[in-house]
């Protein structure tokens, strides 16, 4: 993350920001992390993206932005893409699979595979369980302030489903 935070233009990282972060201040913030550049915390990153803002929201201003570089250098979403269908294949005749995610890019792209692999009539070889995902309980949210993001969606393998190859 040093490394794109250090070397990568004003574009690359707006753009990096804006599309795993969702970052709707995505070229200020780039533009004032290459202008305060060197970089060498995540404390002096954390208040370049904090000067970008005026005003303070409930969630820190950098939440976005240390989630964007943590999808970027992981390639998370490719990951996800690349082992959701596996994980359909491997699936035996009635087997489960639930998936937690936790932000909106994780969710589309979960929601949109399990929902592509529904189908429609023959093609289908799963059903979905839930229509909309199960989110986590206000009870469970005040012992558990992380599960408030926390989106569970689940399948379960049609009997005899054609394979994937």
Do not use: C, W
């Not at 992981?74 to 639930?98: F, K």
Request: proline residues 5%; aromatic residues 4%; positive net charge.
């Amino acid at each position: 993350a040093g490394e794109i935070v250090n070397t990568a233009n004003e574009a690359q990282l707006a753009s990096i920001l804006r599309e795993f972060g969702e970052e709707r201040k995505s070229r200020q913030i780039a533009k004032n992390i290459v202008t305060k550049r060197p970089i060498h915390t995540t404390d002096q990153l954390a208040a370049i993206v904090a000067s970008s803002y005026r005003f303070r929201s409930r969630i820190h201003p950098a939440t976005k932005t240390f989630q964007a570089l943590r999808i970027a250098v992981n390639d998370e979403l490719a990951q996800l893409a690349s082992s959701l269908p596996l994980m359909l294949q491997l699936l035996t005749p009635s087997g489960r699979l639930a998936i937690i995610s936790f932000h909106s890019l994780e969710d589309r792209l979960v929601k949109q595979t399990l929902k592509d692999a529904a189908g429609q009539g023959y093609e289908a070889e799963v059903y979905l369980l839930n229509k909309k995902p199960i989110t986590a309980h206000p009870d469970e949210i005040v012992l558990n302030p992380r599960a408030r993001s926390a989106k569970l969606r689940a399948v379960a393998k049609i009997k005899n489903a054609p394979k994937i190859s």
